[in-house]
């Protein structure tokens, strides 16, 4: 069956000339706002004809790199910065960035879990839809910016997925590693099925992802990664002039072949990690441990590396729960590009 047409509304004209601030606005009706909307903030730069990217932060709320950089940039920019076409749209999910949290508080829903959405679902699914049929098909290539939120820390990457499309994946890939992060990362999800990057590439279009930072908060250094990082992309695909600046040191190459590469507590404690985020780890090693707090004198329980690789990510509180990942190790490759993503020589 087709869809309604989506009641998002926007208060900008995609086609126009110029720079225009406005909303995608989504109407409610709740007990605080018998004929309310959710306004999600939104600019839109064009000029002339030309490639259009779509630039996304705050599909998580508490992921707070993204949303600072694409603030700052839409109000810096003019008409004249940019060849083509540039959507920023700073909180996807406005009611969770604007309440500090992963997903909303309207609905509980994560938005990047509720791709590709439905026009007649919750408020949440309401959003996906509207990316999925009104903003991707407008874009030729999409950088979405997440970063750890207040449960994750993670190591400063841009990423793109493996592809049955080969040319598609390449693209991606090199999107990725123009980014300029100080990795660069081929990334395996665990369910991708409803996630943003998948409605996003299921149109044929060029997505890529970052992951930069976490705790639930953003330091001058990974803001500054972040900002140089949209900077690039946008010279990459044509919409700005300049040069790529690439990091300090020479970009590393990470690889996730499977699931095993996540490693989740099957106990419920206070957990240590043994390992530093951006150390790498040998196969057997002790990365952490988790202590029962509801007694003293019991030895904690060990967790152990299944394989060799780089510590790329790590849970941020020391209060863990069964299930929640405590750290993720990916591999250290010579090359991300297909069929080459063997493991670096020590």
């Given at each position: 069956m087709s869809k309604r047409p989506s009641p998002i509304?926007?208060?900008?004209?995609?086609?126009?000339?110029?720079v225009q601030h406005g909303f995608l606005k989504l109407p409610i009706s709740n007990d605080e706002s018998a004929w309310g909307a959710v306004m999600i903030p939104i600019t839109v730069v064009k000029?002339?004809?030309?490639?259009?990217a779509l630039l996304t932060g705050g599909n998580h709320g508490d992921?707070?790199?993204?949303i600072t950089a694409l603030q700052k940039l839409s109000s810096s920019l003019a008409a004249e910065d940019v060849s083509g076409r540039l959507i920023i749209v700073p909180m996807m999910n406005t009611p969770a960035a604007q309440a500090g949290k992963r997903t909303s508080p309207m609905d509980g829903g994560n938005l990047n879990r509720s791709f590709p959405g439905d026009p007649d679902g919750s408020v949440t699914e309401k959003i996906a839809d509207y990316f999925t049929r009104i903003l991707v098909p407008m874009s030729d290539a999409v950088l979405d910016l997440h970063s750890g939120g207040r449960t994750l820390d993670i190591v400063p990457f841009a990423a793109s997925h493996v592809l049955d499309d080969a040319d598609q994946q390449r693209?991606?890939?090199d999107g990725a590693k123009a980014f300029g992060a100080p990795y660069a990362m081929i990334m395996f999800e665990l369910d991708a099925e409803a996630l943003f990057d998948t409605a996003v590439e299921r149109q044929g279009k060029v997505f890529v992802a970052t992951e930069l930072g976490g705790g639930g908060t953003?330091?001058?250094q990974s803001l500054a990664i972040t900002e140089r990082g949209i900077h690039n992309f946008l010279v990459h695909f044509g919409l700005?002039?300049?040069?790529?600046?690439a990091p300090a040191e020479p970009q590393v190459y990470l690889d996730m072949p499977d699931a095993s590469c996540y490693v989740q507590s099957e106990h419920t404690g206070l957990l240590e990690l043994t390992v530093a985020l951006g150390e790498t780890v040998e196969h057997g090693q002790v990365i952490a441990r988790v202590y029962d707090m509801t007694r003293s004198g019991a030895a904690p329980i060990e967790y152990r590396a299944e394989r060799d690789g780089l510590l790329m990510a790590r849970r941020f509180p020391a209060n863990?729960?069964?299930g929640d990942t405590i750290a993720v190790i990916a591999e250290v490759v010579d090359s991300l590009d297909a069929g080459q993503t063997q493991p670096q020589r020590q």
């Open positions: 509304a926007a208060t900008v004209d995609f086609e126009a000339d110029g000029n002339g004809e030309g490639p259009t992921e707070y790199e993204g693209r991606a890939l953003s330091t001058p700005v002039e300049g040069e790529i600046e863990v729960n069964m």
